[in-house]
């Protein structure tokens, strides 16, 4: 995640082994400043999980110098059993000078169900995101709105989950849209197995509630993945790649995506 100050967040996850298991496990975010001629400086790595397997990591930059980390947390079998899923973690992070601050609180939603697989989070406005992601226990695609407190950096669900769709997907992105003045909007493309790429737009109100949500067939094939991303001017840049292999790219106004009617 590019954040100011030319720095950029790295995150992975860590793992030491023993007889072929797993022993212990955690979460990294690297702090990297990438200097003229392209020098980069490593200024620090940052533990933001342990204890647990973490996998599909996605993340977003709330201002230029705070960003959300979102991220599957599988639990080592040392782990006493009954816990709260983590299956759907999101974390705060911060740039404090060359230091990069972990909040130590993360928000787990839906901490009774397992199963979920595929996720991405998107900017609504100033610390309020939207994390989506699929639920293989309910074969639906959900969306969660949250937004972060800018002086606790603690989260709180301002609406959903919201069911976009149902049945598998084999990826999930989304992106925010500019808006007419009014609400912002969220764009959530999926992949369902032998159909078109389809996307839902909704509008999220200023209180932070999912709304006014439609279907949008945005792509005539079949897609393997896709990446998405806003540009200054309001169109959206898609590079995407098809099932037979094709590299393909696409941009829309915001008419084109449901932004503007």
């Given at each position: 995640?590019?954040l100011?100050?030319?720095?950029?967040?790295?995150?992975?996850?860590?793992?030491?082994?023993k007889?072929?298991?797993v022993?212990r496990?955690?979460?990294?975010?690297?702090?990297?400043e990438v200097?003229?001629a392209?020098?980069?400086q490593?200024?620090?790595k940052?533990h933001f999980?342990?204890?647990?397997?973490?996998?599909?990591?996605s993340?977003?930059a709330?201002?230029?110098?705070?960003?959300?980390?979102?991220?599957?947390a599988?639990?080592?079998?040392t782990?006493?059993?009954?816990?709260?899923?983590?299956?759907l973690?999101?974390?705060?992070?911060?740039?404090d000078?060359?230091?990069l601050?972990?909040d130590?609180?993360?928000?787990?939603?839906?901490?009774?169900?397992?199963g979920m697989?595929?996720?991405?989070?998107?900017?609504?406005?100033?610390?309020?995101?939207?994390?989506?992601?699929?639920s293989?226990?309910?074969?639906?695609t959900?969306?969660?709105?949250?937004?972060?407190?800018?002086a606790?950096?603690r989260?709180?669900?301002?609406?959903?989950?919201?069911?976009?769709?149902k049945?598998?997907?084999?990826?999930?992105?989304s992106?925010?849209?500019?808006?007419d003045?009014?609400?912002?909007?969220?764009?959530?493309?999926?992949?369902?197995?032998?159909e078109?790429?389809?996307?839902?737009?909704?509008r999220?109100?200023p209180?932070?509630?999912?709304?006014?949500?439609?279907?949008?067939?945005?792509a005539d094939?079949e897609?393997?993945d896709?990446s998405?991303?806003?540009?200054?001017?309001?169109?959206?840049?898609?590079?995407?790649?098809?099932?037979?292999?094709?590299?393909?790219?696409q941009?829309l106004?915001?008419?084109?995506t449901?932004a503007l009617?």
């Open positions: 995640v590019a100011s100050a030319s720095r950029v967040v790295c995150l992975f996850s860590e793992h030491t082994m007889d072929g298991v022993t496990a955690w979460g990294t975010a690297a702090l990297v200097k003229p392209g020098v980069v490593v200024h620090g940052y999980s342990q204890g647990f397997e973490l996998t599909r990591f993340a977003v709330l201002t230029p110098t705070s960003m959300i980390a979102s991220f599957r599988l639990p080592l079998p782990r006493p059993s009954g816990e709260p899923s983590r299956e973690c999101a974390v705060w992070m911060g740039l000078g060359d230091e601050l972990v130590p609180h993360p928000i787990g939603l839906e901490p009774q169900r397992r697989l595929a996720r991405d989070v998107a900017l609504v406005s100033e610390n309020t995101f939207s994390y989506s992601y699929e293989g226990t309910d074969r639906a959900k969306m969660v709105v949250l937004q972060v407190d800018p606790t950096h989260m709180t669900i301002l609406s959903g989950p919201k069911v976009l769709a049945g598998p997907v084999r990826f999930l992105a992106l925010s849209l500019p808006s003045g009014e609400s912002p909007m969220t764009f959530t493309m999926f992949q369902r197995p032998h078109s790429c389809m996307a839902e737009a909704c999220i109100s209180m932070g509630r999912i709304a006014d949500c439609k279907d949008i067939a945005w094939n897609l393997v896709v998405a991303g806003r540009l200054s001017d309001g169109r959206a840049a898609f590079a995407f790649a098809t099932i037979s292999g094709t590299l393909l790219y941009l106004t915001p008419k084109e449901g009617p």
